[in-house]
């Protein structure tokens, strides 16, 4: 019998979400191995009960953030030496050795993940890739110009070895490239076998709901970005009323400037915001957010439609999705075909004061 | 009064207890014997009717008295006419005079010569300016009718005229204001003998606040006036009467009643191919520059008002009815439209009882439809408004936030309200909420046009003014308003108007203000020492008038300085290009 094992990569709470759901369904007849990584530092607390669940045959941890970090930034001489002794590297930096498998599913095109298709480049192992949202639509990771790591012999193997990409909403998919798109099913929210697992795995426990609006940071400030989203939020807070209102901090930005402004109250509670979502009645509830890849996953992963103001319209900044035309595309694309109606983009900063007073806010003047 | 009357003089008589003694004075003091004179009171209020009375038991065997409601100049006229027993029939302004030779040089020219009209030249004088100028009516006493009618002068005048009294057994004035240009310059062309005396025996007197010099809604007559001029005038006369027509025209459209614009572009367009086809007009290239007016759009003189549950307050019909006469006022309830003919939503909003929701909506597809200005039942329309038809669509803000959805206007089927309206199929906010057309077409203007909210008068992509706040919400009292809010009921006397839009005002004046400081300062630096003041040598009182008279005349100044008006537009560039 030829080999059956899987792989499967995880760099985030979404990803790891979305590898137990897999677990579950797609490869529910197969041995599979998860790998989480130190992409995300929260992975790490997750093993110990990854581990009891017995979901997965092995269950490995990747010190990969360095390696990543390093060689994105090496010229190419130091690249291709890297490449050259990708064996010994894996060796160092993960906690098991890899079997071999017939398939590794991954997220992400980094530099890990390009070593893994040189050295399993030889075997009879498909990469497949899964969804990492709304980027896993709309980027073409493996365009030449993208990035000078497609220019490189070794490191741009990865292209032969992908096979396809999973998403769960693979029509919205205009990325470019010519990999085929393939549906992951939808998680269902009454799935109560699932919700158990991924409660235990990330020790979710019932909490009291924050506000009835809820702003999704994202991560300008740590990318060292100028823009308007400070204004934003005091225009949400302002119309909406400071007590049913409060930003949920990005985790890489280095300070919660908006509690610090008092546009908001402190948000303390630290689980997966997927978890959220999985667990609690989205009714009444209004997420906010410049673009958060977060405030579509309730749709995308869950098919919930519930109140979403998206502010990319209001948003003044230098950012990739303002410039890039597929990624304006895309969010054309998903409001049009996807969004359904409690959907919200405001073109104008009265518009996004009307929808929040709709949707229940109130001005507190 | 028998039948040896030459002349019958008649004079319509309202409301000019001040001037009426001195007309009827200069009648008396003809030296022609066989005359008449015919009060015909037009329903005065002031005294004018008592001094009609004086006369007629003075004079009974000249004078005669009638007495008659108040039905305008024509129809008194026309009173006067009816118990004439003249040869000739000759009309008096009641606050004009004449010079004592007129009626009897006059007559003899008729009587001498068997005509029909003669008339002579005129003098203004003008009261407030204490100056006066003679008119000419031809250049030569011998004159050509064709030439006349194309080149004379004083062709509509009625008082500068002997008729014979025949010509008024077929024709009479119109009940109308401008009923002269109607009429007289029409009985010119169809009754051939003509002559002229060359002085100028008639002494017209222009003062401010006549009719001549303010503005009314019925002076939309004057369009009437000139249609009647064309169409029963002789044929043969008429490329003569369309270049005469013509001239009346640039005069209008370009100095004395340029508020009637559109209604003017309007009649040009109604006789287009007799203005294009004009061979005077083609060689005269002042008076063809009117022609540039027929590539103008205007919008349609149409007011739109839509009532859903209640009825046009009366106000706003007075308002229409003084105004906007001519004016084609339609009017839609919620039976207007069938609900197959509205969208799911709006009729939602009539079942949930958001009425002003589908009001507003009703409002703009009658406006697609059929073009015009929606003016609001809580909106008061003015004079003024007349003047935003020659946009082809426009907008106002009714605060430094808001714009106004009591009053707009556009072309029938303009492309905006188009797409605004199409908006109402779309599942966006302010269908699901309900949101009034206001933010609507705000937010609107903003995504396709770039509106400033602000409240500053822009004009979006060099084809959609938006006016201040004071042209179509407030009355501010700085003769921009065109149209109001009337929500509240306020004294006579009294603007109600928003604490912002007052602060806006506030601000914009003071930044005039400083603006003109501080350029006077630049260029006359001793002139802002004129406005300061030694306050310790003055009570507070006395300080606090001393300040005002010395604000009041820099303002003057500053308001009245030609030259400040002349650079305005230059002053907005630099300040743009400062910014």
Not at chain 2, 34 to 46: A, H, M, Y
Not at chain 2, 252 to 263: E, G, I, P
Not at chain 2, 452 to 459: C, S
Request: proline share 4%; hydrophobic share 35%.
């Amino acid at each position: 019998m030829p080999n059956q094992r899987k792989l499967i990569i995880a760099n985030s709470v979404y990803q790891l979400l979305t590898a137990v759901h897999m677990r579950q369904t797609i490869l529910q007849d197969y041995d599979v191995d998860l790998l989480i990584t130190d992409i995300t530092a929260a992975l790490k607390d997750y093993l110990p009960r990854l581990n009891e669940t017995k979901l997965f045959k092995r269950v490995i941890f990747g010190n990969i953030k360095e390696l990543n970090r390093k060689y994105i930034i090496e010229k190419e001489a130091e690249i291709s030496e890297g490449f050259e002794n990708v064996s010994r590297l894996l060796k160092w930096i993960l906690s098991e050795e890899l079997s071999i498998y017939s398939e590794i599913y991954f997220a992400n095109f980094d530099i890990f993940t390009r070593m893994l298709a040189c050295y399993f480049y030889r075997l009879s192992c498909d990469f497949i890739c899964y969804e990492d949202g709304f980027s896993s639509y709309v980027i073409d990771y493996l365009r030449q110009d993208r990035t000078p790591l497609n220019l490189h012999p070794e490191a741009s193997k990865i292209k032969d070895k992908v096979k396809m990409v999973l998403l769960y909403e693979p029509q919205l998919a205009i990325r470019g490239d010519r990999l085929p798109n393939r549906a992951l099913p939808k998680i269902k929210r009454d799935n109560e076998q699932l919700k158990e697992v991924l409660n235990y795995i990330f020790n979710y426990k019932r909490t009291q709901r924050y506000a009835d609006f809820i702003f999704l940071e994202q991560s300008f400030r740590a990318e060292g970005l100028k823009t308007n989203d400070l204004a934003l939020i005091s225009e949400c807070q302002h119309t909406v009323g400071s007590s049913r209102f409060i930003v949920k901090p990005h985790p890489r930005n280095p300070e919660n400037i908006p509690f610090q402004l008092g546009l908001t109250r402190r948000y303390s509670e630290n689980i997966p915001w997927e978890l959220f979502l999985l667990n609690e009645d989205p009714k009444n509830l209004t997420m906010i957010t410049v673009c958060s890849n977060a405030a579509l996953t309730g749709r995308i992963v869950f098919g919930i439609d519930m109140n979403t103001i998206m502010l990319y319209q209001l948003f003044e900044g230098k950012v990739l999705w303002k410039e890039d035309e597929i990624l304006k595309r895309y969010l054309r694309k998903f409001r049009r075909q996807f969004a359904g109606s409690n959907y919200y983009v405001p073109e104008t900063i009265y518009e996004l004061r009307s929808i929040l007073k709709y949707l229940g806010g109130h001005d507190e003047q | 009064m028998n039948s040896k009357i030459k002349v019958s003089v008649i004079i319509p008589v309202y409301q000019v207890e001040n001037y009426l003694e001195r007309a009827v004075d200069s009648v008396l003091a003809q030296t022609l014997e066989e005359k008449e004179i015919i009060l015909v009171d037009d329903g005065s209020q002031d005294t004018s009717p008592q001094i009609c009375d004086q006369y007629e038991k003075a004079y009974p065997e000249l004078i005669r008295v009638i007495h008659k409601k108040n039905e305008g100049l024509g129809i008194a006229r026309n009173t006067g006419i009816r118990v004439a027993s003249g040869e000739y029939i000759a009309f008096l302004d009641s606050d004009d005079t004449v010079e004592p030779e007129m009626y009897e040089e006059m007559y003899a020219k008729a009587s001498g010569e068997n005509l029909d009209i003669v008339m002579c030249d005129v003098k203004i004088i003008y009261v407030e300016e204490n100056k006066t100028s003679i008119v000419s009516s031809y250049p030569k006493e011998n004159f050509d009718l064709a030439d006349y009618i194309a080149n004379g002068n004083n062709i509509t005048y009625s008082v500068n005229k002997l008729f014979r009294r025949s010509i008024w057994e077929e024709n009479s004035y119109e009940k109308m204001l401008f009923e002269d240009i109607s009429l007289i310059p029409s009985l010119v062309t169809r009754y051939h003998r003509i002559g002229y005396v060359k002085k100028p025996f008639y002494h017209y007197y222009r003062r401010a606040n006549t009719l001549s010099t303010t503005f009314s809604g019925n002076m939309i007559d004057i369009i009437q006036a000139f249609r009647n001029f064309i169409d029963t005038s002789d044929p043969y006369y008429h490329e003569e009467v369309v270049y005469c027509t013509a001239k009346q025209l640039y005069w209008n459209m370009t100095q004395s009643r340029v508020l009637f614009q559109a209604d003017f572009i309007e009649f040009l367009k109604e006789y287009k191919k007799d203005f294009l086809l004009n061979s005077y007009l083609a060689k005269d290239r002042k008076i063809h520059s009117i022609l540039d007016f027929l590539k103008k759009d205007v919008i349609p003189d149409k007011i739109i008002c839509v009532h859903f549950a209640r009825a046009i307050p009366q106000e706003y019909l007075e308002k229409i009815t003084e105004h906007f006469p001519k004016t084609k006022l339609i009017t839609a309830d919620e039976s207007y439209y069938s609900k197959d003919q509205l969208p799911d939503n709006v009729n939602q909003a009539i079942d949930s009882g958001h009425l002003s929701y589908a009001e507003e909506y009703v409002s703009l597809k009658l406006l697609l439809e059929e073009g015009g200005i929606v003016v609001t039942p809580d909106s008061r329309p003015n004079l003024n408004l007349k003047k935003l038809r020659l946009n082809q669509i426009f907008f106002g803000f009714e605060d430094p936030d808001q714009i106004t959805s009591g009053c707009y206007g556009a072309l029938a089927n303009h492309y905006v309200i188009q797409a605004l309206l199409e908006t109402y199929e779309k599942d966006n906010i302010f269908n699901k909420a309900f949101l009034p057309l206001k933010e609507r077409i705000r937010d609107f203007l903003i995504i396709h046009f770039q509106l400033q909210v602000n409240g500053k008068k822009q004009t979006l992509h060099g084809e959609i003014p938006v006016y201040l706040p004071s042209v179509l919400s407030y009355d501010m009292q700085d003769g921009e308003n065109c149209c109001k809010k009337s929500e509240f009921p306020v004294p006579e006397g009294y603007e109600l108007v928003s604490d912002t839009v007052l602060k806006m005002w506030s601000d914009r004046l003071m930044e005039n203000w400083n603006l003109y400081k501080r350029e006077l300062q630049s260029k006359h630096p001793s002139a802002v020492k004129t406005a300061s003041i030694d306050s310790g040598m003055l009570s507070q009182d006395l300080f606090q008038r001393e300040l005002e008279r010395q604000i009041q005349s820099v303002v003057d100044n500053y308001e009245n300085s030609t030259c400040w008006k002349i650079t305005k537009p230059f002053r907005a560039i630099a300040k743009i290009f400062g910014k």
